[in-house]
């Protein structure tokens, strides 16, 4: 019951606080809504027509009639809605009418098929950014500023202290640390997102070493849409098979990538003696760093950092700037004192953000 309540209390707040942003877009209870031309970008209900930013499960939740989306999201995104969601596509860059506006997809840089959504009507040009960023990835397109009157931007790591170091960097730390256990006889474990920081760690390491990369089973899925959709990526081996078998019996030495989900679960002992790490933007921090006890912690993020988040609101040339995920209002707060207009947009989503 009181967890009803409490449900109840929160979706009351929710709709409470629905602010009419009289614009191309508008907040409403079931996430960013376009009038003019009726569908809604990112929402967190099922509605008639879905707009998708990017496959995160964050983003494109179930249940909707129809979603469009880039070619790679789709080809990500049937997987996770199954055979018989209606997903239409299209390229980054054409443009569609969709009622009184026109609606066009630009890359994003935050994985396979991301992409900020430029609505054009009669209220000025918005771009919805999504989630992106602005360091190379050689697994998605890169991000491109669109000049924009009102952007929407997500702040994940809306906060100075988030700053990525350089990924050539990160990497090497990474092959370093995999050296230094392979000596040991241990096998290394690193824990990181399914959607786009595990095939963008696999193609980073195939530029520094030809030594194979063994997954955890519930990474082949996605592994296979970047290959289908065009991707390159390095051979992997499976620490089990889709037979169940471990073709292996013993992974001293080897490097696995697993999901944050595996921790702690008896797959696990199919390693042997290990160290573990974990790829995120939250890696950051010291204290979340001993928190959650990992032997390590590689800073590497598909989020933009705070200099990249403040140097892609100034290349949009936005007088209106609205935050939203993470650290929404010390962003927005930040931006006011530099003399823009910024507020943020509230989000359902409370759980931790994907693919960070
Ligand atoms: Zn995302
Ligand atoms: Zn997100």
Known sequence: MVHVRRFLQRWLSLVRSVVRLTGVLNETARGLYCPAGDFFIDPWEP??????????????????AAYLCTPGT??????????????QTIEYGSLLRMGDVTVSFHPAGHVLGSAQIRVDGPGGVWVVAGDYK???????APFEPVPCDTFVTESTFGLPIYRWDDTAVVMRDILSWWD???????????????????????????????????VHGMMLGMIDGYREAGVTLPEVKPVIDRTGRSPRTSMAGELVLAPLSARGTPWMRRLGTLSDAFAS?????RGVRRQRAYDRGFVISDHADWPALLQTITE???????????????????????GLESGIIRTAWEGEPSGD
Request: one cysteine or more; hydrophobic letters at 40%.
């Open 180 to 214: 230094a256990n392979r000596e040991a006889g241990r096998a290394s474990v690193i824990f990181c997102y399914t959607l786009g920081k595990a095939q963008r760690l696999l193609a980073e390491l195939a530029t520094l070493t030809g030594r194979a990369v063994h």
């Open 134 to 140: 602005r360091a190379a990835d050689p697994t998605c």
């Open 74 to 87: 789709r080809e990500l995104l049937q997987r996770r809605l199954g055979p018989d969601a209606i997903l």
């Open 316 to 338: 949009t040339g936005a007088s209106r700037v609205l935050a939203t995920h993470g650290h929404a209002e010390p962003l927005a707060r930040h931006l006011r004192t530099q």
């Open 281 to 285: 933007g939250l890696m950051r921090v």
């Open 47 to 64: 509605v008639e027509r879905a707009v998708i930013t990017h496959a995160h499960a964050d983003h494109a939740r179930p249940g909707s």
